[in-house]
């Protein structure tokens, strides 16, 4: 009855975290969605996409906790865990990951596009909705295509498949087919994830790792004064309009500007648009209650600055150890640098097995260091707008972010979430694999050589355990199930060090933000300021 209470205790939590998570995710898209360009499916679908993703990143602490819940302190098992409630258990958490994991497929490959591209051509054809759906349903299915390539390869190329001399070529398809059935899918549907996560490796190293050193110093440095800045607007609107009187004094007496007069006007009238634009919004900003409560809240601001720099440190520092470990001391490349047992510690390894023996604080820590990969990662998206090579497809913006830029904001959140899960194991990779299992080995004592009582001691579960008497999570199935991509992990958790150790640099080296920082630019239109007066008032 205990067991059964505390099991169903852990389950109840991971259903309160799912809450907390939806009512984030509708918090957070609502936040920087246009008012003005606010579509109910485009915002539908932002909100579950974010939420499946970190949804899924709940489950790997009580994947955590129920193999680790299974054994005692001393490494024996617990009386009800034989080996078929043990089994139970573990199909549970498996058939969750299935139903996770293939809903985040659905998303990546069919959904988000979808919603993408009929907005997209919604935009060019404002009238025929079933050439709309067409149209979308056509650039998916190049999406949908790549999703069964990928489920494809993993089902059968890498599966050890015997080689029978005189089997017909029949066979050997029949046997991929009972193999890939007997796995239940496991390495088509990991294959297809890891694939993901890689991308989504590379999304981190571009705006998680640059936002982990800008979010905390701006936080720390602040922003410039409204009031100066809007002096510093005025005495630029006073010289611009004197460069325009100027120009328009020398066409008085009839006579013709010159092309370059002509364009010299132009930019100047675009310039005075955008000064006026300005002027409005930090007009707005003055006078909102908001700015008001930002300047009383500012020490505050300093103090959180400050502890998110700290933690970045320790997580880089961890980070570095961790891969410094495996350079040193794993089985190499062809192996994905794989590493048995722990031979340089960092403070996240020595922490969350601690913690993970009492519930749910390693739950709690995990979902920091998750929201706080979905911050920084916005601080970085934020700053840097969403680009596709040197070309910005769209700027994400408080309550001014148009759908498209919203799906795609989701999809790279999505994917950064997915490759949370390989951050926690660079970190802590045995609280990952086997949490706070121990298990037992035999000790014999010799006197003079020779052998006396034997007993038995328990050890911490590694690498070189017996398969009876470690349960690996289902997570860590998941994770490693390609040693390639265990390699490209490894190499991407350099570039994220590096990436960070530059941004830092930067972050430093730049000045005050301004109070209305990416809030105004060249290409706005003046209706934009309309959606300014719903957010400030």
């Not at 796995?183 to 890689?198: E, M």
């Not at 609107?237 to 020398?250: G, M, P």
């Not at 089985?331 to 097995?353: E, K, V």
């Not at 709690?364 to 910005?392: C, E």
Request: aromatic share 14%; glycine share 4%; with cysteine.
């Amino acid at each position: 009855m205990a067991a059964a209470s505390d099991l169903l205790t852990g389950w109840c939590l991971f259903g309160l975290a799912l809450l907390v998570i939806l009512i984030f995710c509708w918090v957070y898209v609502r936040k920087y969605q246009s008012r003005r360009e606010s579509e109910v499916i485009s915002t539908i679908t932002a909100i579950f996409a974010l939420a499946v993703a970190l949804i899924t990143s709940a489950l790997l602490p009580v994947d955590i906790f129920l193999v680790s819940y299974m054994k005692n302190q001393n490494g024996t098992f617990k009386v009800w865990a034989d080996s078929n409630v043990s089994r139970q258990i573990e199909d549970t958490v498996l058939y969750g990951y299935y139903t996770l994991y293939s809903i985040i497929l659905f998303c990546v490959f069919l959904w988000i596009p979808f919603v993408y591209f009929y907005y997209e051509e919604k935009e060019d054809d404002d009238g025929n909705t079933c050439s709309q759906v067409k149209t979308a349903l056509k650039y998916t299915l190049g999406f949908i295509t790549i999703c069964a390539v990928l489920l494809l390869i993993g089902a059968f190329v890498p599966l050890d498949i015997p080689n029978k001399k005189n089997s017909t070529e029949w066979e050997k398809v029949k046997l991929l087919f009972e193999e890939f059935g007997s796995s239940h899918g496991l390495t088509a549907l990991s294959f297809s994830i890891s694939s993901l996560t890689v991308i989504g490796m590379l999304a981190a190293i571009t705006y998680t790792a640059y936002g982990m050193s800008a979010l905390p110093l701006n936080l720390i440095k602040g922003t410039t004064s409204a009031s100066y800045e809007r002096l510093e607007n005025t005495e630029d609107i006073e010289e611009v309009e004197q460069h325009l009187l100027r120009i328009k004094s020398k066409c008085r007496d009839g006579r013709p500007l010159s092309s370059r007069d002509r364009r010299t006007l132009q930019q100047l009238e675009e310039r005075l648009r955008t000064l006026r634009r300005r002027e409005r919004h930090l007009e707005s900003i003055e006078k909102s209650w908001w700015t008001k409560a930002c300047e009383a809240i500012r020490p505050l601001k300093v103090v959180w600055g400050v502890f998110f720099i700290i933690v970045a440190l320790l997580f880089t520092v961890s980070l570095f150890l961790s891969n410094l470990d495996k350079a040193l001391h794993s089985a190499g490349f062809d192996s994905g640098f794989i590493i048995l047992g722990t031979n340089l510690t960092n403070p996240l390894n020595m922490l969350l097995p601690v913690l993970q023996r009492v519930f749910p604080l390693d739950y709690i820590l995990i979902t920091t260091i998750v929201m706080y990969f979905i911050f920084t990662s916005m601080a970085g998206i934020r700053n840097m707008g969403i680009w596709f090579f040197w070309t910005r497809l769209y700027k994400i913006r408080r309550g001014k972010t148009r759908p498209q830029a919203l799906l795609f904001l989701c999809m790279i959140l999505l994917l950064i979430v997915l490759h949370t899960s390989y951050m926690i194991y660079s970190l802590a990779p045995q609280y990952v694999m086997y949490g706070s299992q121990k298990y037992l080995v035999q000790s014999n004592k010799t006197i003079d050589g020779q052998p006396q009582n034997v007993t038995l001691v328990s050890k911490d579960c590694d690498a070189d355990a017996p398969e009876d008497q470690c349960i690996v999570t289902r997570t860590y199935l998941f994770l490693h199930k390609f040693w390639f991509f265990s390699a490209a992990y490894y190499f991407g958790n350099w570039a994220f060090i590096a990436v960070f150790l530059i941004g830092l640099i930067v972050s430093c080296c730049k000045g005050k933000k301004s109070v209305i920082e990416g809030e105004v630019d060249d290409d706005d239109s003046d209706m934009s300021d309309d959606e300014l007066n719903v957010y400030y008032h």
